[in-house]
């Protein structure tokens, strides 16, 4: 079965800076896939960033990077030059044979101006 | 090019009466996933149909809950005498795909309060 953590329930960064959000996974199967979705107040799922398990390079979106530890398998999301429309919760998803999604409990994430 | 769709986005339901989500895929997406969160907590999948089969119900309750994804028309998620523990967010996602490759996109999501 899969598994996916988040650690943080609740993280602040200033407008500008760099915050890291940090999310850890398991899974037995070979192929599979990782993303970060945001859901800010008006409850839409949106997706920020995937990235491919068999890809060593990590991927990156403008302001959003991953840092993708496949041996920790540990797949963190920075966000760069934080802004105010950043402020929303972020899950951690994983995706396998199954097709279907396993999401983790989500960081919420506010930035302060 | 429309996102996927979900109607309505807000729907109330007294205990024991019938509620009836609707799900419109983007275009060209026959795999629809659909998903409900509960308050403070992440998503959890219920169901998985290709155009005309269920392929993974397996997260979805067997008693109360059907769905179907029918060759014509938007996929329904259907909950029979609902009951207060059904209040949540409902949410549909689709794929072009079903591989898990393929990013699911997502839709704005149906609220249910059951009074």
């Keep these: ?113 | 090019n429309a996102g996927v769709m979900q109607n309505p986005r807000h729907l109330v339901r007294r205990r024991g009466q019938e509620a009836r989500l609707r799900c419109s895929p983007m275009k060209g997406h026959s795999h629809v996933y659909w998903y409900r969160q509960l308050p403070e907590e992440g998503l959890k999948f219920m169901v998985y149909l290709q155009k005309e089969n269920i392929i993974d119900e397996s997260g979805m309750p067997k008693e109360r809950f059907s769905a179907e994804f029918p060759k014509e028309g938007p996929s329904i998620l259907r909950i029979q005498q609902v009951v207060r523990g059904d209040s949540a967010a409902y949410f549909c996602a689709s794929s072009q795909d079903y591989l898990s490759t393929d990013t699911q996109y997502f839709g704005p999501g149906t609220r249910l309060t059951v009074l």
């Design chain 1, 1 to 113: 079965a899969q598994t996916v953590t988040q650690s943080q329930p609740e993280m602040s960064v200033q407008e500008a800076e760099t915050v890291t959000l940090s999310c850890t996974y398991d899974t037995s199967e070979n192929n599979y896939y990782l993303f970060w979705y945001k859901q800010p107040p008006s409850r839409q799922m949106i997706l920020v960033i995937r990235q491919e398990a068999y890809k060593q390079q990590n991927a990156t979106e403008n302001r959003f990077s991953v840092n993708f530890q496949k041996a920790a398998k540990s797949f963190s999301l920075k966000i760069s030059d934080s802004q105010l429309g950043d402020t929303a919760m972020y899950f951690c998803a994983s995706g396998g044979s199954q097709g279907n999604l396993i999401f983790g409990k989500g960081t919420k994430l506010s930035v302060k101006p």
